[in-house]
């Protein structure tokens, strides 16, 4: 069975962002990410966050993955430019 999530119950909510550092700025941006997950963490609404990094050498490559229940969540507080 399918279930259909509408505007109205898009709950939960899953969020994948896929993050490339160049290699000069992986500690810092490793550092931010870390951190982003951690403030993440004590937001309203937020059911899970993870940041995964990918093995073999490639620690530049990571994801932060968020879960959501929605209706607790704000996310245009959280919405931000685009760089």
Same mark, same amino acid.
């Given at each position: 069975m399918r279930r259909v999530i509408t505007v109205a119950d898009p709950s939960p909510l899953y969020?994948? &962002?896929?993050i490339d550092l160049?290699?000069?700025g992986t500690e810092a941006g490793t550092a931010?990410?870390?951190?982003?997950?951690?403030? &993440? $963490?004590k937001e309203p609404g937020i059911v899970r966050c993870e940041a995964i990094a990918q093995v073999a050498? $490639?620690?530049?490559h990571l994801m932060v993955m968020e879960v959501w229940k929605e209706e607790a969540a704000d996310f245009n507080s959280r919405a931000g430019p685009v760089r």
């Amino acid at each position: 069975m399918r279930r259909v999530i509408t505007v109205a119950d898009p709950s939960p909510l899953y969020v994948a &962002t896929f993050i490339d550092l160049i290699p000069p700025g992986t500690e810092a941006g490793t550092a931010a990410i870390k951190q982003y997950v951690l403030d &993440t $963490r004590k937001e309203p609404g937020i059911v899970r966050c993870e940041a995964i990094a990918q093995v073999a050498g $490639r620690v530049n490559h990571l994801m932060v993955m968020e879960v959501w229940k929605e209706e607790a969540a704000d996310f245009n507080s959280r919405a931000g430019p685009v760089r």
